[in-house]
Structures are given as structure tokens and as C-alpha cells.
């Protein structure tokens, strides 16, 4: 238990700041490859993310919306450019200081819901909190009333094989808030689902949002979730176009 402690302070995160942008990107630029067969994904792209606010990010297939998407979740890094989660420049963290901003501070959700299959829904929406070695009753309770908010609650021992699609996301957006994140990184969402279910799923990241008081960054392609937004960002070719 000593060793899994001292890990854990090893990659510990400095404190967040309460105040200031949830999300600070300054001129951030992305290549896959080099030389003429060159893929500029991002081209200087910066904007701010206030605490709270549910952006959505738009832009046609190959925009850079991925890209971009990971790089201010700590699953790459930019070539050139600063990004600043809650206060923090990923910068100067390193990898472990990256694996613990994804642990501790920012939720994933992915299109493809990315449930671990064996486990059950109870057990999903745990296993943050596992690898962060929490309390299990702590654990326990969380995970039931995160089941509990998003209508799962009579649903906790089914496999994710034995859920609809939108179900499924749900428990993976139940699972993405299991550590109290500060930043919800959602990538199409609503991809896999049909358009009434996308709705209610987009509706309870809004509901989330508001009632967890988190911040969510969103990228979709579709205009009826656009509206569900604060804001809209749109990327075109690698840049944000201004609205
Ligand atoms: N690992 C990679 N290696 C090489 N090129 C890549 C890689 N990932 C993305 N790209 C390229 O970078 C550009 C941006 O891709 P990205 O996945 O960010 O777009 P996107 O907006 O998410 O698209 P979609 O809506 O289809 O998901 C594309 O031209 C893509 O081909
Ligand atoms: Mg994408």
C-alpha cells in the first residue's frame, strides 16, 4: 500500500487554480509526418474555455477535430503552441504527470463508448476509480449514484453486450465523471446513435454540465446538438474560423 501511495504522489498534479480559462490554447500546431507528404492537422489554433461552459467543436471530416480534441486531454502534444488544462501547462508535466491529468482531471468520451466488455456497468464506471486506488465503498456509492443520474440505476449488472448503444454511452459518460473531473472531453459522442437517442444523450452532457458544474468540450457533426452548446468552435483545415 506504501509503494501504490508513493506512486500515486510521485504524479501527483499541482493544485488546480479556481480562476482563469478551464482551457487556454495558444497558437498550437500539429503535423503527422515530415517533409512534402506533410499532414498539417492543426495550423495555430487558440481560444479559451471558460470554467462551466459546454463548447462544441465543428468542423468537416479531417478538420482536425481529433487532433485537437486529444492534444488538450494529454494524449499527444503539439509541436509548437501551449495548451493550459485547469491552470496547469501540460507542457512541463511529463508523462506521468500526463497520466495523471487523465486519471484525475479530465473525462474521455469516445464515439465507440470504449467499455471494457467482461465487466458490467457498475464495474465500468469503477475502474477510474480503481486506478486511482479510491476507497472501494467509497467507490461503491459513487458508482450507483452515477448509475442513479444517468437512468442506469436498475441496469448496474448488465454487460455492456446486453445495453442498447445509447445506453452504453450513457454508463461511459457516468464513468468519464467517476473522478470528479474538471474538463469532459467528449469526441462524437452521439456518432453511433440514432438521432433521438444522440439527443438524449447530448441532453444529459448539458444536464451534467450544469448540475456537476464541469466543463465539456464536444466535437460533433451534428446541428441539433450544435444548439445544445454555449458556444459553437468551428475548425476548418487545421484553423478555427471565428463565428
Ligand atoms: N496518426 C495520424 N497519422 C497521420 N495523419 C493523421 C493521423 N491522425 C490524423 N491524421 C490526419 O490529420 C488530419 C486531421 O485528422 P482528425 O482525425 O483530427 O480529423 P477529424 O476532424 O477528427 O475528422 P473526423 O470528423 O473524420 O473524425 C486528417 O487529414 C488526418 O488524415
Ligand atoms: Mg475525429
Request: charged share 15%; glycine share 18%.
Given at each position: 500500500m506504501s509503494r501504490s501511495s508513493s506512486t500515486r504522489s510521485a504524479a501527483a498534479l499541482a493544485e488546480p487554480t479556481p480562476?482563469?480559462?478551464m482551457v487556454k490554447v495558444a497558437d498550437v500546431r500539429r503535423s503527422y509526418g515530415?517533409?512534402?507528404?506533410?499532414?498539417?492537422?492543426?495550423?495555430g489554433v487558440s481560444f479559451e474555455i471558460g470554467r462551466g461552459e459546454l463548447v462544441a467543436l465543428k468542423g468537416r471530416s479531417g478538420s482536425g477535430k481529433t487532433t485537437l480534441l486529444n492534444l488538450v486531454g494529454g494524449l499527444d502534444s503539439p509541436d509548437q503552441g501551449t495548451i493550459t488544462v485547469d491552470g496547469t501547462?501540460?507542457?512541463?508535466?511529463?508523462e506521468n504527470g500526463l497520466l495523471a491529468l487523465r486519471r484525475d482531471r479530465v473525462g474521455f468520451i469516445f464515439q465507440s463508448f470504449?467499455?471494457?466488455?467482461?465487466?458490467t456497468a457498475a464495474e465500468n464506471v469503477g475502474v477510474p476509480m480503481r486506478l486511482r486506488k479510491a476507497d472501494p465503498r467509497e467507490r461503491e456509492e459513487r458508482v450507483a449514484l452515477l448509475l442513479a443520474m444517468v437512468g442506469l440505476a436498475d441496469h448496474a449488472e448488465q454487460r455492456p453486450g446486453e445495453l442498447s448503444g445509447g445506453q452504453q454511452q450513457r454508463v461511459a459518460i457516468a464513468r468519464a465523471l467517476a473522478n470528479r473531473p474538471a474538463l469532459l472531453i467528449a469526441d462524437?459522442?452521439?456518432?453511433?446513435?440514432?438521432a433521438e437517442t444522440g439527443l438524449a444523450v447530448m441532453e444529459l452532457l448539458r444536464a451534467v454540465v450544469r448540475g456537476e458544474g464541469v466543463t465539456a468540450l464536444v466535437a460533433t457533426h451534428d446541428a441539433q446538438l450544435l444548439g445544445l452548446a454555449d458556444r459553437v468552435l468551428e475548425l476548418s483545415d487545421g484553423e478555427i474560423i471565428e463565428h
Open positions: 480562476e482563469g480559462p515530415t517533409g512534402p507528404a506533410a499532414v498539417h492537422a492543426l495550423r501547462d501540460l507542457a512541463g508535466l511529463g470504449g467499455l471494457i466488455p467482461i465487466l462524437e459522442p452521439t456518432g453511433q446513435l440514432d
